[in-house]
T-cell receptor, first 113, second 111 residues
Framework: GQQLNQSPQSMFIQEGEDVSMNCTSS?????WLWYKQDPGEGPVLLIA?????ELTSNGRLTAQFGITRKDSFLNISASIPSDVGIYFC?????????????FGGGTRVLVKP | NAGVTQTPKFQVLKTGQSMTLQCAQD?????MYWYRQDPGMGLRLIYY???????DKGEVPNGYNVSRLNKREFSLRLESAAPSQTSVYFC??????????FGPGTRLTVT
């Protein structure tokens, strides 16, 4: 099936650092979404993007809808310990059948020892 | 306002046993979804219901059946559980099909 390639697969953060992750595909998407999942919980929606080139912030999080409509980026500024978790990108394909999302494999954010 | 609730939270089954996972929402959303999450695989869509009275297969429907009981409830049934169905199952709802809201999950182990 359709895949979203999310990178990096994992990263270590130090408090105060800015971090970035991205999601790419060979197909065009209408919508990009970013979710965060804490251990033992369901994914929680962080940011939704609807237009190519759109830049949207939610507190210390900023996400962008790539102008090619085939990628998206998420930045976290000034990391804090509670940023640890798994971040998923998801997209709704252009002319998708049904109201379905495609998910990336996730970026696991860990704290530097 | 509970949002999306799932029962049970945990379940252990033996191969061949059957069970139904329940999902209910109080968000008045039209669309509901069942996903499974395996390590390193992200979320994969099993079945979805775009509106009350309709259901459609997702990416990995084999071994599962669903029922959209009413606008609030969407159940997932495993008729004959297999070890390959060991996973975490999430229900999600949506009003427009793009922003989906997830329940807390059911952790299923099949031995």
């Amino acid at each position: 099936g359709q895949q979203l390639n999310q990178s990096p697969q994992s990263m270590f953060i130090q408090e105060g650092e800015d971090v970035s992750m991205n999601c790419t595909s060979s197909s065009i998407f209408n919508t990009w979404l970013w979710y965060k999942q804490d251990p033992g919980e369901g994914p929680v929606l962080l940011i939704a993007l609807y237009k190519a080139g759109e830049l949207t912030s939610n507190g210390r999080l900023t996400a962008q809808f790539g102008i090619t409509r085939k990628d998206s980026f998420l930045n976290i500024s000034a990391s804090i310990p509670s940023d640890v978790g798994i971040y998923f990108c998801a997209g709704q394909l252009f002319k998708a059948a049904g109201n379905k999302l495609t998910f990336g494999g996730g970026t696991r954010v860990l704290v530097k020892p | 306002n509970a949002g999306v609730t799932q029962t049970p939270k945990f379940q252990v089954l033996k191969t061949g046993q059957s069970m139904t996972l329940q999902c209910a929402q109080d968000m008045n959303h039209n669309s509901m979804y069942w996903y499974r999450q395996d390590p390193g695989m992200g979320l994969r869509l099993i079945y979805y219901s775009a509106s009350e009275g309709t259901t459609d297969k997702g990416e990995v429907p084999n071994g599962y059946n669903v029922s959209r009981l009413n606008k609030r409830e969407f159940s997932l049934r495993l008729e004959s559980a297999a070890p390959s169905q060991t996973s975490v199952y999430f229900c999600a709802t949506s009003d427009r099909g793009d922003e989906q809201y997830f329940g807390p999950g059911t952790r299923l182990t099949v031995t």
